[in-house]
């Protein structure tokens, strides 16, 4: 029988594979593995809808030397987002990259890095995941440098030093683990651990290593560089994909396997750090004077959100408010996810059309290009936490929370950031509002303007609105 | 005795290259201190596989084994990169 | 799903879909973006009329969808929101048609009308919001979808006018939410219910839902101009005319005002709100609104900015008559929800056709307008004839159902700001009246667009206004007939007050 978890990794595994043996036909495979990959994603999806949750083993070998793969609403949701994402970048892609070299170095990378995305939502154990983020490290640093500029080269060397750095440290963190229960197994360790100084330190070496490639504050400070400089269709796939692969793994980390461990001081100073993010990402953002480093320290401030949860998710006991909020979270990050992605795909027109993406500059190009405009307006929108976006829906669970905990003083960052996020998003769109001449058509460049435009609508109008299937996805509310 | 040994001095040398790591600089000394944490974790893992009159515990050489692979493409990669930049330094 | 069901989303849909329509139009094809706006005008009426007729009979309409578990969206039409529904298709249809002409050759039509028809749906989901959830939903849209109007011009002062509307906006728009998720977080999800349904809760919670009143009042303060609210109002005179219409008589301003009704009425109930000391803080803000804004109308020269702090004055009717206890105050502000929009944008449209036909923009320029542009001065006089409360125009009905609300309920002060308030609107429109009709004609025109012709300016721009005038004196003329806004109000006004 067939397995669609094992498609879902080895198909785009297979493509980048094809994709480096045969370089002239790097985009027609690419595009074509893109299309059964995502079709993959879908099988999958609608096995966890039906059954809750997914397991196979490869090669009939069972754990602990066999590798496992397991599908649960969560990891199912983000794999939707991922291929979402993959699929508008790869035929963005198509019209992006002019030159055939580019295209024949990207395609091999980019599956290799989406196969690497998809082992490391699948993957049953510690180690599996050690070695699909490791992956995924090395691929998304190589893919960032591929313009080749020494600014882009010496910051993706910086993001690659950083990201070892990172796996080093989650590694002790699984030696620990294994030292002290003997198995790595996500759902067998969630069972046996206990409260104590070695669970307490694994949890901190590999949460701080986890952090590095999350670009959690105060350890964001690689992030803008790297995502500001690489091409396009790689800052979308770096900035919607594969910086939260790192906060998934927190997440399961915190909420999953370490729950016993984690302590209500812990939880809060993830919430502060998570806080310190929000006000500083999006003041930065505020203040950046370039449309793609403002979209990289919007990522750092959306990853800060992300934290905001993990305080309340620990206070509340189990039950349909957790659930809540826990979906409001995925939620949130799949929002993010697809805006970011539209973002930074759009900025990349912009940046091409003008010729940079100095944003005081911008005006003629932000009213010649009226799709890439309305682009950046709605993923602002789903940025900023307005309705209809997912991130409204979002927000409103999170503060609802907030103040139903007690916690009242995360309200207050939130509206600082909601306000900044404003501010920075309309910076950019004011200036689509000038004298220059009237735009005679809609969309331009079909291949380029509608991936992007899609993407940022999905995060606004579907989401938005068809958020509550999510809670039926992750088998939670009254649904399942 | 042996594997407190082994392990602890897996622990000091992890200790050794993140204290490079952080303090120094230049790309190699930063990949070598990396090198070494890594052999450190290394060390760590195979300490832990003894279990006394039992045959070795097979699953952490697995892992040291994957790790090392990974480790040398990763080392790889950043070597070229690092490349790169000094022949456009070089070039300027 | 129901016909009755899907009802309130048609009316919705029918000016967002041709919204979308039109950004893809081509800028050129100005017939197919008129076709696309009129269509969407004319069936939305259509709409709304099987609404009135069904809500009058009592029927029901609801369209729900539940965006998270206890988080529904739902649209569903009671007599206020008919009331609200109505007034904007009816001026939205008139300021459609005003825009097509006043933008003829204009820059950047499909961009102005795409977000044109996003306003009005936002608008039109406001009325039918069924909660507060949903309420918030369109809100924010709403500010979302007026920000491109504003800044539309895209000359420094129209990005800074809009800039200026958009800090305000936003700033109030997180406090309505947090007021919202707070009111939320206590009451558990609850539809808008006549009467109210905070009533019911426990005497331990009055300091919580004060706070939460003023975080909402703070809210809707922003968007319905209260002092000290008000500063973006006269900034965003900037736009277009059609929108400064839009956003003083149908949109903006009366979504904050619309809100602050739904609020009192059908969330915490005028009993509760009474009993809370709300009422008493909200009347105060509203009387210090009215005069205020009287007072910095007196002095502004530009004609625009004069109806803008017009505006600012006479919305806070609407917030009066809500403050003051008993149902024909509250009569007078609902009708006023009418009233007002009738009268105002009969000005705008008016003050539009002077700067467009003759290059008029300040009050100290029009002296002999009336000779030159007769009919739009005329529709002119009525508006302003309207805003001081001279019967039998609409104005009028409003004013006097405030004051007998007031005599009703011993609030004798509300006389006083009455009356105050009259006499500066009267302080401040009969010199225009006076210079337009008496004062000679001068030699020449500061920017005169048009020859003098069989009619004083395009039929596009001519029609409106007299349509809109002609409204103001039916409203006033025939108050008593069936339908008719002050009949309505008093619908609502007894299923408020069960």
Request: hydrophobic fraction near 55%; include cysteine; proline fraction near 5%.
């Amino acid at each position: 029988m067939v397995d669609s978890l094992a498609l879902a990794v080895s198909v785009p595994l297979v493509g980048g594979l094809l994709a480096t043996a045969i370089p002239k036909r790097a985009q027609a495979l690419g595009l074509l593995a893109s299309l059964v990959a995502v079709i993959a994603v879908a099988w999958v999806l609608v096995g966890v809808w039906q059954e809750g949750s997914l397991r196979s083993e490869l090669g009939g070998w069972a754990a602990p030397l066999g590798i496992a793969l397991v599908a649960d609403g969560l990891s199912a949701a983000l794999l939707a987002m991922a291929a979402l994402v993959a699929l508008g970048v790869g035929v963005y892609a198509t019209g992006y990259f002019r030159r055939g070299d580019a295209a024949a170095h990207f395609w091999p990378l980019w599956l290799l890095l989406w196969a690497a995305l998809n082992g490391l939502l699948l993957a049953a154990d510690l180690f599996n995941i050690y070695v699909t983020l490791e992956l995924l490290g090395l691929t998304a640093a190589a893919l960032g440098a591929l313009t080749g500029s020494v600014e882009a080269v010496s910051a993706n060397l910086r993001y690659l030093l950083v990201g070892l750095l990172g796996s080093m440290t989650y590694l002790l963190g699984v030696a620990l683990l294994y030292t002290a229960h003997g198995t790595l197994d996500l759902g067998l360790l969630a069972a046996v651990i206990q409260p104590g100084p070695v669970a307490a330190s694994a949890l901190v070496l590999m949460t701080a290593g986890l952090a590095l490639k999350a670009a959690l504050f105060p350890l964001h400070f690689w992030l803008p560089p790297a995502h500001a400089n690489a091409p396009a269709p790689v800052s979308a796939a770096l900035s919607a994909l594969v910086v939260k692969a790192a906060f998934y793994l927190i997440l399961r980390l915190w909420l999953d396997v370490f729950a016993p461990v984690v302590t209500p001081w812990a939880a809060s100073l993830m919430g502060l750090l998570g806080a310190m993010a929000i006000i500083w990402g999006s003041w930065r953002a505020l203040r950046s004077e370039r449309l793609k480093l403002l979209a990289a320290y919007s990522t750092v401030a959306q990853i800060g959100y992300l934290c905001l949860f993990i305080p309340l998710l620990q206070a509340l006991p189990p039950g349909s408010e957790r659930d809540d909020l826990f979906v409001a979270l995925v939620l949130m990050a799949l929002t993010h996810g697809l805006a970011k992605a539209g973002l930074f795909l759009a900025a990349g027109l912009v940046q091409r059309d003008a010729g940079h993406d100095r944003i005081d500059d911008l005006g003629g190009t932000a009213q010649n290009m009226p799709a890439t405009t309305f682009t950046i307006a709605l993923a602002g929108t789903a940025l900023i936490g307005l309705p209809p976006s997912g991130s409204f829906i979002g927000k409103w669970i999170l503060m609802t929370s907030a103040i139903e905990s007690g916690q009242w003083w995360w309200i207050l960052v939130i509206l600082v950031g909601t306000l900044l996020a404003a501010a920075y998003v309309f910076r950019v769109l004011s200036r689509a509002f000038n004298l220059e001449p009237t735009p005679r058509r809609f969309v331009t460049q079909a291949r380029t303007e509608v991936p992007a435009l899609l993407l940022a609508l999905a995060s606004v109008a579907v989401l938005g609105l068809a958020a509550d299937s999510l809670w039926r996805l992750l088998g939670m509310g009254e649904g399942a | 005795m042996a594997q407190l040994l082994y392990g602890g001095a897996g622990v000091v040398l992890f200790a050794l290259g993140l204290w490079a790591f952080l303090v120094y600089t230049p790309l190699l000394r930063k990949l070598i201190a990396l090198n070494i944490m890594g052999s450190g974790v290394f060390h760590l893992l195979i300490a832990i596989a003894e279990r006394g009159e039992l045959p070795p515990d097979p699953v952490p050489h697995a892992l040291v084994l994957t790790g090392i692979v990974v480790a040398v493409s990763a080392t790889a990669l950043a070597l070229a990169m690092g490349r790169r930049l000094e022949e456009d330094e070089g070039g300027r | 799903m129901s016909l009755e069901s899907l009802l309130p989303v048609s009316i919705l849909l029918s000016s967002l879909l041709p919204g979308v329509f039109i950004f893809l139009v081509k800028e050129e094809s100005h017939i197919l973006r008129g076709v696309l706006n009129m269509a969407g005008a004319l069936i939305k009426l259509l709409l709304v009329g099987v609404m009135i007729w069904g809500v009058y009979r009592g029927e029901v309409y609801e369209t729900r969808l539940t965006l998270a578990p206890g988080l529904d969206l739902v649209l569903a039409a009671d007599a206020l929101s008919v009331l609200f529904v109505t007034l904007s298709t009816v001026l939205w249809l008139v300021t459609t048609i005003y825009a097509i002409g006043y933008l003829e050759h204009s820059p950047n039509r499909s961009r102005f009308f795409g977000f044109f028809s996003l306003c009005v749906s936002a608008t039109v989901g406001i009325a039918l919001a069924g909660n507060l959830l949903s309420f918030v939903i369109f809100y924010e849209i709403l500010t979302l979808a007026t920000y491109p109007l504003v800044a539309h011009r895209g000359t420094p002062d129209a990005t800074r006018g809009a800039k200026i509307y958009l800090a305000y906006t936003m700033s109030g728009g997180v406090l309505l939410l947090v007021g919202a998720i707070w009111l939320q977080a206590i009451t558990g999800p609850v539809d808008f219910t006549q009467g109210g349904y905070l009533g019911v809760l426990s005497e331990g919670l009055h300091g919580p839902l004060v706070a939460v009143f003023l975080l909402l009042l703070a809210g809707l303060g922003v968007k319905a101009a209260i002092v000290p609210l008000h500063g973006w109002l006269p900034q965003s005179m900037v736009a277009p005319a059609p929108v400064s219409a839009l956003l003083h008589a149908v949109a903006v301003v009366k979504a904050g005002a619309f809100g602050i009704l739904r609020v009192v009425y059908d969330v915490y109930g005028v009993g509760l709100a009474d009993q809370l000391g709300l009422l008493t803080l909200l009347g105060i803000l509203a009387s210090t609104t009215i005069i205020y804004g009287s007072i910095r109308a007196l002095s502004q020269d530009g004609l625009k900015k004069r109806l803008a702090y017009s505006t600012v004055s006479q919305v806070s009717y609407i917030a009066l008559g809500a403050s003051i206890l008993g149902p024909i105050a509250t009569i007078g502000g609902m009708v006023h929800l009418v009233h007002q929009g009738i009268m105002k944008i009969t000005l705008f449209f008016c003050a539009g056709n002077y700067a467009e036909t003759l290059g008029v923009h300040n009050v100290s320029q029009m002296d002999g307008v009336g000779r030159r542009m007769p009919l739009t001065t005329l529709a002119f006089s009525v508006g302003a004839l309207g805003m001081i409360g001279i019967p039998p125009i609409a104005g009028f009905v409003t004013k006097w159902y405030l004051g007998l609300g007031a005599v009703e309920a011993d609030a004798h002060w509300v006389l006083l700001v009455l009356a105050a308030s009259s006499l500066l609107n009267a302080a401040y429109f009969l010199p225009i009246l006076y210079r337009a009709w008496f004062r000679p004609e001068p030699d020449s025109w500061p920017k005169e667009s048009l020859p003098q012709g069989r009619f004083e300016t395009m039929g596009a721009l001519l029609w409106p206004p007299l349509i809109t005038a002609a409204l103001c004196l039916i409203a006033g003329l025939f108050a008593a007939a069936p339908f008719s806004p002050l009949e309505w109000a008093e619908l609502i006004a007894r299923r408020e007050y069960l």
